[in-house]
Nanobody, 131 residues
Framework: QVQLVESGGGSVQAGGSLRLSCAAF???????????MGWFRQAPGKELEGVAA????????YYTDSVDGRFTISQENAKKTLYLQMNSLKPEDTAIYYC?????????????????????WGQGTQVTVSS
C-alpha cells in the first residue's frame, strides 16, 4: 500500500503563486512501482478534473488546457515527492487538490482520461484564490 499526503495549500490573491507537495509513504517497492503520478482538483459544485500528470520515468507530462503554461508538475527524491507549482493563479483555480498515483504501465502516454486512471489518492489540500 502507498499513502499520499498533500501539503502547501492555502489562500492567495489572484496572480499569486503556490506550490503543492505530495509525499508518498509506504513500502519502497510499492512506491518505486508507481509509474504514473498527478494532480486532480474539485471545485465547489463541480466534478473532479485531471489537472496534470507525469510519468515517474520522466518520459512525459500532461496539463489540462486551463492550466497549461501556468502550472508545472515535477518530482524528486526517487519518486517519493511530487510537486505542483502554480503561478498566475485565478479565482477559478479555487478547489481541493488531490495527489494521485498508479502503478499501471500506460505505454508512455500521460494524458488523463479520468479518475479511473489512478488507484491511489491523497486526502486533498484546499487552494483558495481571491479576486
Amino acid at each position: 500500500q502507498v499513502q499520499l499526503v498533500e501539503s502547501g495549500g492555502g489562500s492567495v490573491q489572484a496572480g499569486g503563486s503556490l506550490r503543492l507537495s505530495c509525499a508518498a509513504f509506504g513500502h519502497t517497492y510499492s512506491i518505486n512501482n508507481m509509474y504514473y503520478m498527478g494532480w486532480f482538483r474539485q471545485a465547489p459544485g463541480k466534478e473532479l478534473e485531471g489537472v496534470a500528470a507525469i510519468s515517474t520515468s520522466g518520459g512525459c507530462t500532461y496539463y489540462t488546457d486551463s492550466v497549461d503554461g501556468r502550472f508545472t508538475i515535477s518530482q524528486e527524491n526517487a519518486k517519493k515527492t511530487l510537486y505542483l507549482q502554480m503561478n498566475s493563479l485565478k479565482p477559478e483555480d479555487t478547489a481541493i487538490y488531490y495527489c494521485v498515483a498508479d502503478p499501471r504501465w500506460r505505454g508512455g502516454r500521460c494524458r488523463i482520461d479520468g479518475t479511473g486512471d489512478f488507484g491511489y489518492w491523497g486526502q486533498g489540500t484546499q487552494v483558495t484564490v481571491s479576486s
